[in-house]
Nanobody, 119 residues
Framework: QVQFVESGGGLVQTGGSLRLSCAASGSISSAYTMGWFRQAPGTQRELVAVIFMRGTTNYADSVKGRFTISRDNVKNTLYLQMNSLNPEDTAVYFC?????????????WGQGTQVTVSS
C-alpha cells in the first residue's frame, strides 16, 4: 500500500540545478528514515542521501556539498535540491523509506524521475 511518486527531473546543462520531490502515501510516517537513490544505465542503484527522523542528514561523498535532502512531514514529501550538476549525476532518481529499528529499505520502488545532465 506504500506508494512513492517522484517528480522534478529534467534535462540541464553542467552546473545547473534541479529540485526533486517525492510524494509518499500509505503507511509512511514521520518516524521513518527517508532516502534518495539513483541508478545510471548499466549500474546498480546507489544511495545518495539520507534524512533521519530528527533531521540529521548523510550524503554520499560524490554529492556532498552539492545536494541537500529535506522533508516536510506535514505534506509527507521528501525533497532533493541538486546544485552544480555534472554529467556523472545523470540517472533515474528514486526515493524510499525504512522503518524505525530497521537497517533495510522498503521493498518498493516508484517509477523514479529522470535527471540528465549534458556537457
Amino acid at each position: 500500500q506504500v506508494q512513492f511518486v517522484e517528480s522534478g527531473g529534467g534535462l540541464v546543462q553542467t552546473g545547473g540545478s534541479l529540485r526533486l520531490s517525492c510524494a509518499a502515501s500509505g503507511s509512511i510516517s514521520s518516524a521513518y528514515t527517508m532516502g534518495w537513490f539513483r541508478q545510471a544505465p548499466g549500474t546498480q542503484r546507489e544511495l545518495v542521501a539520507v534524512i533521519f527522523m530528527r533531521g540529521t542528514t548523510n550524503y554520499a561523498d560524490s554529492v556532498k556539498g552539492r545536494f541537500t535532502i529535506s522533508r516536510d512531514n506535514v505534506k509527507n514529501t521528501l525533497y532533493l535540491q541538486m546544485n552544480s550538476l555534472n554529467p556523472e549525476d545523470t540517472a533515474v532518481y528514486f526515493c524510499n523509506a525504512r522503518r524505525p529499528l530497521s537497517t533495510t529499505w522498503l521493498d518498493y520502488w516508484g517509477q523514479g524521475t529522470q535527471v540528465t545532465v549534458s556537457s
